[in-house]
């Protein structure tokens, strides 16, 4: 089972950028699928959540109509796309997925991308 999250890199405020969640030794189709992040300094965070196939979708507050996260079965890959890049967005982005979206949306998957960095500045 792997996760490769990719589409990192250094964008300027007010920017965008989106990031990619490949997958395989699984099928995504059955499972839930989120993002997290973790600034320097700071604890990782549970950014974004979508559900296996109910559209149940879940953001942390500072990123609610900036972000969004979407999921393409047939190519087994999962997106965030972010607009409106700020500072504070800077960090190291995972991708994680499981079977049971509470139990991914609280960080407790077992299942983990290498995590992809972005960097917001000018």
């Known amino acids: 089972v792997q996760l490769q999250a990719s589409g990192g890199g250094l964008v300027q405020p007010g920017g965008s950028l989106r990031l990619s969640c490949a997958v395989s030794?699984?099928?995504?189709?059955?499972?839930?699928v989120g993002w997290f992040r973790q600034g320097r300094g700071k604890e990782r965070e549970g950014v974004a959540c979508?559900?296996?196939?109910?559209?149940?979708?879940y953001y942390v507050d500072s990123v609610k109509g900036r972000f969004t996260i979407s999921r393409d079965n047939a190519k087994n890959t999962a997106y965030l796309q972010m607009h409106s890049l700020r500072p504070e967005d800077s960090a190291v982005y995972y991708c994680?997925?499981?079977?049971?979206?509470?139990?991914?949306?609280?960080?407790?998957?077992?299942?983990w991308g290498q995590g992809t960095l972005v960097t917001v500045s000018s």
């Open positions: 994680s997925a499981d079977t049971l979206y509470g139990r991914l949306c609280s960080g407790m998957s077992d299942y």
């Open positions: 030794g699984f099928s995504l189709d059955s499972y839930a």
């Open positions: 979508i559900g296996i196939s109910d559209g149940l979708t």
